[in-house]
């Protein structure tokens, strides 16, 4: 099945900086891309996601790129703020849309002013 | 986009004993999907519950230690059954809407 390897645990920039996560997926067939963030007790919550036939999709501070070939992608964080701090995911699933999606390890990003 | 409310939010049990977590959408959904967050980890699939039919187990989870109903297209329940302290865990239910997975809050589960 699908395996999917996020680095790295743990990121920690200066405000105003940019913070940047990477994946890599297994499976060929997978064709959707979320980011989820997720803050200290709370549920995940979608930030940004890309679909297969998409090389890069950006909205505002957050950008992510995708690379078919080479089977990974990458979330992109500039001008950092504290309201940043959380843990990210990356995911990856088969189906059109969010379906049965496998997640990354996650990404401990910390913000410091 | 979806309202999903789980509950309990959070228990402590017994081990041994079982814990039945309940879902509720506020629109119908073909699917829905229950998740399974260890301490500081990622989310693991545990099964795809579908509407009248049986749920569908990932690798690794079996029913009768998960057993899961789907009576409508907006509810859906998890057991967490003859529970050991390894089943402490966030349990989170999930839905997809067009392309967007909407997470429950999450039911924080100590077995103690």
């Known amino acids: 099945g699908e395996n999917v390897e996020q680095h790295p645990s743990t990121l920690s920039v200066q405000e105003g900086d940019s913070a940047v996560i990477k994946c890599t997926y297994s499976d060929s067939a997978s064709n959707y891309f979320p980011w989820y963030k997720q803050e200290l007790g709370k549920r995940p919550q979608l930030i940004i996601d890309i679909r297969s036939n998409v090389g890069e999709k950006k909205d505002q501070r957050i950008a992510v790129t995708l690379n078919k070939t080479a089977k990974h992608f990458s979330l992109h964080i500039t001008e950092t703020q504290p309201e940043d701090s959380a843990v990210y995911f990356c995911?990856?699933?088969?189906?059109?849309?969010?379906?049965?999606?496998?997640f990354g390890q996650g990404t401990r990003l910390t913000i410091n002013p | 986009s979806a309202v999903i409310s789980q509950k309990p939010s959070r228990d402590i049990c017994q081990r041994g004993t079982s814990l039945t977590i309940q879902c509720q959408v506020d629109s119908q959904v073909t699917m829905m999907f229950w998740y399974r967050q260890q301490p500081g980890q990622s989310l693991t699939l545990i099964a795809t519950?579908?509407?009248?039919?049986?749920?569908?187990?990932e690798s690794g989870f079996v029913i009768d230690k998960f057993p899961i109903s789907r009576p409508n297209l907006t509810f859906s329940t998890l057991t967490v059954s003859n529970m050991s302290p390894e089943d402490s865990s966030i349990y989170l239910c999930s839905v997809g809407v067009s392309t967007e997975a909407f997470f429950g809050q999450g039911t924080r589960l100590t077995v103690v």
């Open positions: 995911a990856a699933s088969k189906r059109q849309g969010a379906q049965k999606l496998v």
């Open positions: 519950a579908n509407q009248g039919s049986e749920a569908t187990y």
